[in-house]
């Protein structure tokens, strides 16, 4: 006698139909894809920001245009990536701003007074880096919030950066340091429609596949996303909670350093008050690009959009001509609490 099977699984209960399947699987991958929704927004916003641009005032697609807008954010674009590993463990890091200020003063005073601008380069990367550390250990080893531990540092080292110099300082021409900041031309284009990028915009570029690398592609990637997931369960699992979190802000810190560099070089000139307010706007540009404030979930390029964004915002207002230039704050405070809100509600349906 001859045994025909049934369709299905071994005891002839028919298989599951194929749509059910097809159905739980696109309600994986929604889920999966929804905290990159934020991401998808920025670039968006982004896109429009060039449509509406190119449309209202012209030649925005332009190749001067596109190099004027790396060139100028390229400091931007480094501090970012360094806030992205710290709002990612669910921390903070207010002094970013204040440690550029104290890094280029300090540096420029060393340079102007003979020092190798090579070392005083990387010793204004190691100010940064200093200053990151110790962030980490008033947050891991002192039970400090990070809110406060990094807002006696950003006191701290604007302090410092007026105890050094009320003034501007200058750097010389001819130093070396100013060739971070030299113009290198990629596509010739007609007339000065010319694509040209610096050093300082290459460093950029080299921060965030670094960036990248580390937090997509290393186990301290994945420790620092499971830290911002739950720094309980992380600890749990017996994941180097503290060591990644100091890892975290050193790296805040060191591209801090690094910001302060790029800047220099670009403008050659560094005071006291430089850098007021850019923690926030590395913070913006870090929401805007997709990453929680709550930590767990982010992109290191959705902060390379938001800072764009924010970039290519005050391109747009530059060529209007007839808003005011405070007009920028209130955009970006705007933009900011749409990306907050839409963080929000897409927490809350994660959650569901």
């Known amino acids: 006698m001859t045994i025909t099977a049934l369709p299905g699984g071994p005891s002839g209960t028919p298989s599951k139909s194929p749509i059910p399947r097809l159905r739980d699987a696109a309600v994986r991958t929604w889920r999966t894809n929804l905290a990159a929704l934020p991401t998808l927004a920025a670039v968006v916003i982004f896109i429009a920001m060039i449509v509406y641009g190119e ?3 012209g030649r925005i697609t332009q190749y001067n245009t596109l190099s004027n807008l790396l060139i100028n954010n390229a400091h931007l674009v480094i501090i970012a990536v360094g806030m992205t590993f710290v709002i990612l463990t669910g921390g903070i890091d207010l002094s970013v701003g204040a440690v550029i200020a104290f890094s280029s003063v300090a540096g420029l005073l060393l340079a102007n007074a003979g020092w190798n601008p090579w070392v005083v380069m990387l010793l204004m990367i190691g100010f940064g880096t200093l200053f990151g550390v110790a962030s980490g250990v008033l947050i891991q080893y002192f039970n400090v919030q990070p ?4 807002l ?8 410092l950066a ?3 110099s009320t003034t501007p300082e200058r750097l010389a021409d001819d130093s070396s340091i100013r060739s971070l900041a030299t113009k290198f031309k ?7 429609n010319d694509l040209v990028l610096t050093p300082g915009v290459l460093i950029a570029v080299l921060v965030v596949i670094v960036g990248f690398f580390v937090l ?3 186990r301290t990637g994945r420790t620092v996303y499971a830290i911002g997931g ?3 369960s992380a600890t749990l699992m017996g994941l180097p909670v503290v060591r990644t979190k100091l890892w975290a802000y050193a790296i805040s810190g060191t591209f801090a350093g690094l910001a302060a560099v790029v800047y220099t070089s670009r403008l050659g000139i560094a005071q006291n008050i430089t850098g007021i307010g850019w923690e926030l706007d590395a913070i913006a540009a870090v929401v805007i690009g997709g990453t929680l404030l709550t930590g767990g979930a982010g992109f290191v390029l959705g902060s390379v959009v938001g800072a764009l964004v924010l970039g290519l915002m005050n391109v747009l207002i530059t060529r209007d001509g007839g808003i005011r230039p405070e007009a920028t704050t209130i955009i970006t405070g705007g933009i900011l609490l749409v990306f907050v809100l839409l963080q929000r509600a897409l927490t809350a349906r994660r959650r569901q």
């Open 55 to 57: 449309l209202a005032y």
């Open 147 to 150: 809110f406060i531990a990094t």
């Open 152 to 159: 006696a540092m950003m006191f701290l080292a604007r302090g």
């Open 162 to 164: 007026s105890t050094l």
């Open 186 to 192: 990629i596509i010739d284009g007609e007339r000065v």
């Open 216 to 218: 997509h592609r290393t």
């Open 230 to 232: 739950s720094e309980q």
